[in-house]
């Protein structure tokens, strides 16, 4: 009977230590909202036009979408730590080019380039967490991602409005920098390991993230664990095939396409330009960092949340929040737009996107990571994050140049009703087809996907 002595120190360390490398994601993606402004404007180095401006910014998301092509064909071979590491060389291409552009093309590639780094990044974070923490730390540490993230969209918003376009590129070179120096001493996932038959490495591994020597039961465990996902998938085309990979693989594109046609995506970009479209007394340099600051607290929050309100509630109260908020940005601009007098309610652009930002990081900001890490088998979870962060680059770059799009020609408030409309509709998804996976080893969770989806197989081939 193993009952160790662990600690969660190393795991928490390791787990920070991995995310670093999003804090260059999510620099990349608060790098529009800052540095659009500048780039439109006459007296630039680079002058993009409003719609250039909007393929500048939503081209990170199609070299997001590239990136799971190569994390299928590598994450086998040279395991979760060496897949994160590799990530950082894109991105600090990525800086570079920031650096030394000389037009728009090279901006495009810049950007590019830096969508590549980050989508590699999400995959392989996801992956390593998920096979790293204690079942009981799992979420909090899931959640650390999207805190990560949160980071660096805060270091671009406080950064961006007040440094040239060249030392904000900078900045794009230092982090991955950071990452690599520290993540290097990091242990390779132990779940990797085992699947590859390195038995002792593993065993180290996990000694060294759980602070005790005792943990032969727990090697037993993951082994058996990874024996049945084996016996269950062993294809990436067994993600449509088998039952319960179906299901997930529905569940979780049903979470991320919620995230991103939220809105979100949009009010990241190009908060700058609707805080000015809003007319609002405050500078927008000024807006963009209040809301970059709550979404960091909001992740805060989440973190020590996720474990004990559950991922689904959660998710269900960020949605609807979510919408509500939308549908007050929408409002304020519908009044405007129809030659009302809005100064009264001048504060209402403000106060709805920091609200929509709180119960947006609580829940549709943070736990589709640490779902995604959940959900699937050891052999199929990089061949999942593929499709998700297919379908989330795809849900992202539809939105961030569609945005401009329709608020060039209907308005600002006939994009944020369509978010509201569209995030309302994804409620009822969740409610229905989204589990609970609080507190859930990663085997009971696939145990539980498989027997649910294998009996609802058996009562439609009986006719019922």
């Known amino acids: 009977m193993e009952e160790p002595s662990r600690r969660i120190s190393t795991q928490i360390f390791a787990g920070i230590a991995a995310t670093i490398s999003l804090i260059n994601t999510g620099y990349h993606f608060g790098w529009s909202s800052p540095s659009l402004p500048k780039l439109q404007s006459p007296d630039s180095d680079i002058h993009l036009t409003s ?17 799971p092509l190569l994390v299928t064909l590598v994450v086998k071979k040279i395991g979760r730590k060496w897949l994160l590491l590799s990530s950082a060389i894109p991105q600090i291409a990525s800086g570079i080019l920031l650096v030394s552009a000389q037009g728009y093309w090279w901006l495009m590639a810049a950007r590019f380039v830096g969508g590549i780094g980050s989508g590699t990044s999400n995959v392989a974070t996801a992956l390593y967490i ?17 805190q990560m993230s949160n980071l660096g969209i805060l270091l671009a918003y406080c950064v961006g409005p007040w440094v040239s376009r060249v030392a ?3 900045v794009g070179i ?13 242990p390779e996932s132990p779940y990797y390991l085992l699947m590859n038959d390195r038995v002792e490495q593993a065993t180290k591994s996990l000694q060294w993230l759980r602070g005790t020597k005792n943990v032969k039961s727990e090697v037993e465990k993951i082994k058996a664990g990874i024996e049945y996902d084996l016996q269950n998938a062993a294809h990436i085309k067994d993600l449509i095939l088998v039952p319960g990979n179906r299901m997930a693989l529905i569940i979780i594109n049903g979470v991320v396409l919620t995230q991103q046609l939220s809105g979100i995506t949009a009010i990241l970009t ?3 330009t609707i805080f000015e479209a809003a007319g ?10 209040i809301v970059g600051v709550v979404q960091v607290l909001s992740g805060i929050v989440c973190i020590f949340t996720v474990d004990l309100a559950g991922r689904k509630l959660l998710l269900l109260i960020s949605t609807a929040g979510s919408a509500f908020f939308a549908m007050g940005v929408a409002l304020y601009f519908q009044l405007k737009s129809s030659g009302v007098d809005v100064s009264s309610i001048y504060w209402l652009p403000l106060a709805s996107m920091i609200g929509f930002i709180i119960i947006y990081t609580m829940g549709l900001g943070i736990i589709p990571g640490v779902v995604l890490s959940e959900l699937f088998p050891y052999n199929l979870k990089a061949a999942a994050g593929m499709t998700v962060v297919t379908i989330g680059g795809l849900g992202g770059l539809a939105v961030t ?17 369509g978010f509201a409309g569209i995030t309302a509709c ?17 085997q009971e969770i696939q145990e539980e996907l498989h027997r649910s989806t294998e009996s609802t197989t058996a009562l439609e081939k009986s006719g019922f």
């Open 426 to 442: 994804f409620f009822v998804f969740i409610l229905f087809f989204v589990p609970e996976t609080k507190r859930k080893s990663l």
């Open 270 to 272: 190009y908060s700058g």
């Open 51 to 67: 719609g250039e401006g909007a393929w500048v910014s939503s081209i990170f998301k199609f070299g997001a979408m590239i990136s």
């Open 401 to 417: 140049k569609l945005y401009q799009v329709v608020a060039d020609a209907f308005g600002i408030q006939t994009a944020f009703w």
């Open 130 to 146: 998920g096979e790293i923490a204690d079942d009981k730390i799992r979420g909090g540490l899931g959640a650390i991602i999207g």
């Open 174 to 186: 230092l982090i991955p920098v950071v990452f690599l120096l520290t993540f290097f001493w990091m």
């Open 280 to 289: 609002s007394s405050l500078d927008s340099s000024i807006s963009i960092v």
């Open 168 to 170: 904000l590129g900078g």
